[in-house]
């Protein structure tokens, strides 16, 4: 059974802060991961894609890889009261290449 | 309206009922998912497509069925609705599968549903 461990949270930072989320996964086979973000009663949203080691930056999110490690974090710079969300971490998995989630991290922003 | 819309966005119904959920998307993606989300259990993969009459089971297939007859179509049915079907339930869709793709899955706004 491939896993995929996010800390549940509530991770609380203050505005203005770096929010940083953590992904661990067992499926040393996995080439492609992605970050969502999902607000409450919404839908998932991809935010970040990552595919190779080091670290990949778009606006005030920055995706950091370690396949060796099998680790793959998030970075939130300059927190804000609405990226309040619940983050998934979704490594691709398996034979058939399907996105593996985890069970997310719940992030607070306080103002 | 280009994307991926799911009908109807909430729905009650009776133990032992058939229900079935609508997904259509308009990019002509080749994979469809079918995924429900619960408390404590994160999406959970139901039932996947890699392309029109190509189907197979994900983690938690009991109780379901789908089909896809159209390449924009992927309809899940409860065949007798039970209480643990109780769940919000999110189609998604995704041009590429495995190594080669590039992008993630785009979900539709998901279906409320009570079983009671």
């Known amino acids: 059974q491939k896993e995929v461990e996010q800390n549940s949270g509530p991770l609380s930072v203050p505005e203005g802060a770096i929010a940083s989320l953590n992904c661990t996964y067992s499926?040393?086979?996995?080439?492609?991961f992605f970050w969502y973000r999902q607000y409450s009663g919404k839908s998932p949203e991809l935010i970040m894609s990552i595919y190779s080691n080091g670290d990949k930056e778009d606006g005030r999110f920055t995706a950091q890889l370690n396949k060796a490690s099998q680790y793959v974090s998030l970075l939130i710079r300059d927190s804000q009261p609405s990226d309040s969300a619940t983050y998934l971490c979704a490594p691709e998995g398996g034979s058939q290449g399907n996105l593996i989630f985890g069970k997310g991290t719940k992030l607070s922003v306080k103002p | 309206d280009a994307g991926i819309t799911q009908s109807p966005r909430y729905k009650i119904t009776e133990t032992g009922r058939q229900v079935t959920l609508m997904c259509h998307q308009t990019?002509?993606?080749?994979?469809m998912f079918w995924y429900r989300q619960d408390l404590g259990h994160g999406l959970r993969l139901i039932y996947y497509s890699a392309a029109a009459d190509i189907t197979d089971k994900g983690e938690v297939p009991d109780g379901y069925v789908v089909s896809r007859s159209k390449t924009e179509n992927f309809p899940l049915t409860l065949e007798s609705a039970t209480r643990s079907q109780t769940s919000v339930y999110f189609c998604?869709?995704?041009?590429?599968?495995?190594?080669?793709?590039?992008?993630?899955?785009?979900f539709g706004s998901g279906t409320r549903l009570t079983v009671v």
């Open positions: 990019w002509s993606h080749s994979y």
């Open positions: 998604a869709s995704s041009e590429l599968q495995g190594p080669d793709r590039r992008g993630g899955y785009t």
């Open positions: 499926d040393r086979g996995s080439q492609s």
